[in-house]
Every structure is written in C-alpha cells, then in structure tokens.
C-alpha cells in the first residue's frame, strides 16, 4: 500500500514553454500533497503544500506564478512549470500524505521527475 | 524552527556487517515523529521506519533498526546483515505532531560493498 506514482519521469523542453507533473496517490486518499525540488547530491526543498479543492501554500522564494499547483482531487495534484528556463532545471518530486489510518502522519514519494530545459 | 543534523556525509560498510547512521535533532516540541529515507540510485524515495516521539519503545522494520533517546534528540538507524541494495542516501526527518511539514536532514551517503 501507499503508493505514489508520478508522470512524467523524464521531459526535456524548449525555454518558454510550459510543462505539467503529475502526481497520483495510488492506493490511498490523500488530504495533502507536497512538492519538493532536489539539486544533485543535495536534500530535498520542499516548494509548496497543497490541499485538495483550496489554493496551495508556497515555501518562502517560491515564486507562484511560476509553479502552479492544483489539488483537484483526494488523488490528484499537477505541477505546472511555466516558462521554464534552464534554470529551473532539476528533480522535483511530489509526496502524498494520507487522510486517516494508519498511514496517516507520513509521507509517501512519487518517484520524481527529471526536467531539462534547453 | 526544528533542526536536524546528519553528522556523516558519507559511510561505507561490508556486505553482511552492521552499520549505524547518526542523526540529531533540535526541538521544543514534545509531540512529533521520526522517519528514516532511503533514496538509492533510482532516486526514488522510500520510507524506511518511523518512530512517534510518545513511544519509548524504538521501532524496527526487518533488518533496519532505531536507537530512540529522546532526552538527547538522538535518532540513529541500525542496519544490520547489510545487503548491496542498501547503497543509497539515507535522510532522517522530524515532524512535529500537526504539522504538515517534514525537516530533513543533508543526507547520509551509504555504499555496501561487496
């Protein structure tokens, strides 16, 4: 149980374009789901926490406007990259926390995505 | 604001022996829980055990092993008969109780060699 799953695994794009993510609890509901961004040989940096159906709520730095959030359901939540550029460049991988029982209180990882921006 | 520290960048250990990461922790806080992550090549992110603060009994999953010593926030993961799946980085984690938050620690490089 508790599986998290994450789409794409890999994208390569264009500077300017935008770019989805998307993260799916597999086996559980989830009230909450987080997003975090790891540089090479670094810990994770967590971006935003978004709970399903309200707006998510962004570390500090973390420009909005530029990484959108939506938690449309109990299994669903999107990262949207906009106009990315290279420097945005990174793994970013999303966590899941369930609702209730027993698996409630920890987190559960996607198994991140590998965006290159050219 | 919580704190955790990872003391040993990297470690190495035989195949079949013992090994313990360290991890410390700073909080006021009395009510939280502990988490040990494995992120191996893959870099998938992979929960290895957890421990409730209000539990004083140290929790054990298979092979991998907690040292629990609330008083002194210490929160060292054994991993014993080490196997070469184990290589990854390993990274202790706090969340306090009602927080949604996880603090995680730099990250323990551990390699097993054959």
Redesign the interface.
Known sequence: G?VVSQHPSWVICKSGTSVKIECRSLDFQAT?M?WYR?FPK???M?MA?SNEGSKATYEQGVEKDKFLINHASLTLSTLTVTSAHPEDSS?Y?C?A?ASSGSLE????????TRLLVL | AQTVTQSQPEMSVQEAETVTLSCTYDTSESNY?L?W?KQPP??????VI?QEAYKQQNATENRFSVNFQKAAKSFSLKISDSQLGDTAMY?CAF?K?GS???V????TKLTVNP
């Open positions: 508790a909450t987080f790891q670094q810990s994770l967590l926490t793994f991988i966590s926390r209180e920890t987190q559960y990882f996607g198994p991140g | 829980y988490f992550y893959s870099r998938q992110m992979i929960l957890r990274f969340m109780r949604e938050k996880l995680f620690g730099k990250g």
